[in-house]
């Protein structure tokens, strides 16, 4: 796919700047008064892709950057871009590490910015994104971290924006909220106060660090803006897809050591027969008061909803089978009655032999032999 190649120039970008800041008739914004912004990409065999992503970043127009590219002893042709780009990265290693959380810490010791994000190597970073940042930090200086909207992409085909979602209490993020690296920014000092990422986590770390963030600072110190920040691609070798099912177990994981944070947990006030998505969203749960593995349940199942516009049928039965699983308490068909009547548009706009080719795909890796 073409990169876009909306470029901004440095006198648009201190204009767009100067705005966000009260005053703005004394105050003349210049180069040196815009923040810093440190970029780290991890990298594994990402050859395919890493090109669009550092042109992304390069085609910002800021003029107050750095690039730190983390590669993990890549067997493609991954360096050999690297190398292409060597002048207008910061620092760069290609050796063997322990996976991408690993790799992100590493990047981060060299980080010298007032401003953090990393970036996967086969995301890009909207045009302008530099910008928007840098003035939402500017007009909101309580805040610690910026987010705006994310836009998944593959195969040709960009799907509708996603907004970041938190909200004002963590058990409630945990179940509603939409959080991802690509389009959160934070202030580098107050990301280096919680800490370094779980290394022992390899899917969700984001998740696990946006938790500790909530729970230390709260929701007050993230600033929403209005506007797409990053392209996360969907295609076959990434993660996100291929992965799924370790997605499904680290989610569970996270989610029970949030829960366990709660402390005690009473006896749910409602019995976990009676769950389901649209009682969920029609009142405000006391989600403390819930059964934990009710809680764990509800919250994967919200989290299957809203992937399903993005993922396969097939790879949205895997997260079923393997949420499913995770607990006997979860066998009950109310969870996940809404998600799959809202994939069913996938098979129904199928001709007879097309479902029925697709039913044989979608069991077949279930029939071991």
């Known amino acids: 796919m073409p990169i876009k190649r909306d470029f901004v120039s440095v006198q648009q970008g201190l204009a767009t700047v100067a705005k966000g800041i009260e005053n703005t008739s004394r105050i003349k914004v210049t180069q040196h008064d815009l923040p810093k912004i440190s970029i780290v990409i991890p990298n594994l065999n990402g050859g395919d892709f890493i090109e669009e992503a550092l042109l992304s970043i390069l085609e910002q127009g800021y003029p107050r950057s750095e690039i730190i590219i983390i590669d993990g002893g890549s067997t493609d042709h991954s360096v050999e871009i690297i190398k292409k780009y060597e002048p207008q990265l910061k620092y760069w290693v290609s050796e063997p590490d322990r996976g991408q959380a690993h790799a992100i810490n590493k990047g981060l010791r060299h980080a010298i910015g007032e401003l953090f994000d990393w970036t996967n190597s086969d995301d890009r970073i909207a045009p302008g994104t530099f910008w928007k940042v840098a003035k939402a930090f500017e007009e909101y200086p309580e805040a610690y971290a910026v987010c705006g909207y994310m836009t998944y992409f593959g195969g040709g085909h960009y799907q509708k924006p996603v907004r970041m979602t938190v ?136 989290h299957l909803e809203r992937m399903h516009v993005c993922l396969s049928f097939l790879s949205i039965l895997k997260w079923f089978l393997i949420s499913f699983k995770l607990s006997p308490l979860q066998r009950n068909w109310r969870f996940y009655l809404l998600p799959l009547r809202a994939i069913r548009w996938k098979i129904i706009t199928s001709s007879f032999v097309a479902k029925q080719e697709k039913l044989r795909r979608m069991f077949s890796p279930f029939h071991l032999t």
């Open 167 to 302: 909200f004002d209490k963590l058990e409630k993020t945990l179940v509603y909220g939409s959080l991802s690296g690509p389009s959160m920014y934070f202030r580098l000092n107050k990301f280096r106060e919680l800490g370094e990422l779980d290394e022992r986590l390899h899917y969700c770390f984001d998740l696990e660090f946006w938790y500790r963030f909530i729970e230390k600072y709260g929701v007050g110190r993230l600033q929403f803006i209005d506007g797409n920040l990053s392209f996360f691609r969907l295609h076959p070798d990434s993660k996100t897809v291929g992965q799924l099912i370790k997605f499904g177990e680290e989610q569970y994981i996270i989610h029970r050591s949030v829960i366990q944070s709660f402390g005690q947990i009473a006896v749910p006030l409602i019995p976990i027969e009676s769950l389901n998505i649209t009682s969920a969203y029609q009142r405000d749960w006391d989600f403390p008061n819930l059964n934990p593995t009710s809680f764990v349940a509800l919250a994967m199942q919200q």
